[in-house]
């Protein structure tokens, strides 16, 4: 046994639980079953409130930190209650912390192949046909929720990365209910373009960054 799973009394997810060869790009494909606001203790014995994941499949739940907050919420909004069911990819990298590399789990950026069995050893499970399917409409309807509140041409080039990338497992509906909210969303920022050359126009484009910077 990995010794330092001897460190680990708390029932969290380490990135030893995950792979044992940090960087050599292992990942592990899971489905949110629950998300909560919880308490870890850390180092010293200081305790920290900190979001808690539970994945389907596995006993060890995960606490976030910022970096994999942030991920999840690009992902699939910021509303930790409507997690449960989303897909996420865990892989194990490593991190410099008070000067020492440490190995650290990271979520990735993007939404993961949802047919891809979770992965961790004596934990896999395979997904039932219609999970997968209702993981696909799932995620097919959190896309269309961060395209009807996309107001940032950098957001949607990533939504539009996502909805490439789902489009040949979607159903016939959900295509065209994501095809509608994408050209809704890509319509406003056209518009939006469109008053800040407009506003840029009429008083000068000192006016328009400083505008800018204030709102």
């Excluded at 460190?7 to 997810?13: A, E, K, N, T």
Aim: hydrophobic share 35%.
């Amino acid at each position: 046994m990995d010794y330092r799973r001897w460190f680990d009394d708390s029932g969290m997810l380490y990135a030893y639980d995950l792979d044992d060869s940090p960087g050599k790009d292992h990942d592990t494909v899971v489905q949110i079953e629950k998300a909560w606001g919880g308490e870890v203790v850390g180092e010293k014995g200081r305790k920290s409130k900190k979001p808690i994941l539970k994945f389907v499949g596995l006993e060890k739940t995960l606490a976030l930190n910022k970096t994999n907050g942030k991920t999840i919420s690009r992902l699939y909004g910021k509303d930790g209650a409507k997690w449960a069911g989303c897909w996420v990819t865990l892989y194990v990298t490593t991190v410099d912390y008070d000067g020492e590399t440490r190995d650290c789990i990271r979520i990735r950026p993007s939404r993961p192949e949802v047919q891809k069995p979770a992965q961790n050893g004596g934990n896999a499970r395979r997904f039932s046909k219609e999970e997968v399917e209702a993981a696909r409409h799932d995620a097919a309807e959190t896309l269309i929720t961060q395209l009807d509140g996309c107001d940032d041409a950098e957001m949607f080039a990533a939504l539009e990365d996502d909805r490439k990338r789902q489009w040949s497992v979607m159903s016939k509906d959900d295509k065209v209910r994501v095809k509608a909210a994408a050209e809704a969303a890509h319509s406003r920022l056209l518009a939006a373009a469109h008053s800040t050359a407009e506003a840029a126009n009429r008083i000068g484009p000192d006016e328009v960054a400083e505008a800018e910077v204030q709102s």
